[in-house]
């Protein structure tokens, strides 16, 4: 079965400093995704970055970077240079195929609160 | 290009109502997938469309929900009758292929429903 635990319900960090959230995963497939999305208090899902299994780097977009260490089982989310914006909450997921179907497991998630 | 659709974005329905929710994907994708997350709790698979057909219902909590997707395009997800545990916020999320997890899996914003 999959699995993702993300063990920090709420992190504070402040303005302009990088601030790292912690997932990691369960499974026993070889081939898999992981995501991490974001969830303001609007409530839309908004996709922030991916990492595929197979990928020997790690994906970085933009203020973001996935931390990917495969033999951990881990993939935590930097977030360089936090702004007020950042503030919401985060979800880490993994994206399962199996042939022509696809799921994603989601974690608890973190509420992310950036302050001045 | 439009994203994914769903209304309503608020629903507040009395115990043993009915209510119906839909979905619409971006266009040109055959993948549309139902997701929901009861108050407190990780956000959880519920079916996968490719096109009009489920190809997996396995997050489906019991048969008080129906999913539709007549035609291949929109879905509706009806809850009927609904139970004070049906409370939670439904997303829908579609994407192109079920192997191309990373550029196609997109999120509507979601309906938070409600049940009173």
């Known amino acids: 079965a999959q699995k993702i635990t993300q063990t920090q319900p709420g992190m504070f960090v402040q303005e302009k400093e990088a601030v790292t959230l912690d997932c990691t995963y369960d499974?026993?497939?070889?081939?898999?995704?992981l995501f991490w999305y974001k969830q303001p208090s609007s409530g839309e899902m908004i996709f922030l970055i991916y990492?595929?299994?197979?990928?020997?780097q790690n994906a970085t977009e933009g203020r973001y970077s996935l931390n990917f260490q495969k033999a951990r089982k881990s993939a935590n989310l930097v977030i360089s240079a936090s702004q007020l914006g950042d503030s919401a909450m985060y979800f880490c997921?993994?994206?399962?195929?199996?042939?022509?179907?696809?799921?994603?497991?989601f974690g608890t998630g973190t509420r992310l609160q950036v302050t001045l | 290009e439009a994203g994914v659709t769903q209304f309503p974005s608020h629903s507040v329905i009395e115990k043993g109502q009915t209510v119906t929710l839909r979905c619409d994907p971006i266009?040109?994708?055959?993948?549309l997938y139902w997701y929901r997350r009861v108050m407190g709790k990780e956000i959880k698979f519920l079916l996968h469309?490719?096109?009009?057909?489920?190809?997996?219902e396995s997050g489906m909590p019991n048969n008080r929900f129906l999913a539709e997707r007549t035609g291949g395009t929109y879905s509706t997800l009806k809850v009927q009758p609904a139970e004070l545990e049906d409370s939670g916020v439904y997303f829908c999320?579609?994407?192109?292929?079920?192997?191309?997890?990373?550029?196609?899996?997109?999120f509507g914003s979601g309906t938070r429903l409600t049940v009173v």
């Open positions: 999320a579609s994407s192109q292929g079920a192997r191309n997890g990373f550029s196609g899996y997109t």
């Open positions: 499974t026993s497939d070889q081939s898999y995704g």
């Open positions: 990492q595929g299994s197979y990928d020997e």
């Open positions: 997921a993994m994206l399962r195929n199996t042939g022509t179907a696809s799921k994603l497991t």
């Open positions: 266009s040109g994708h055959d993948n």
């Open positions: 469309f490719v096109k009009e057909s489920k190809q997996d």
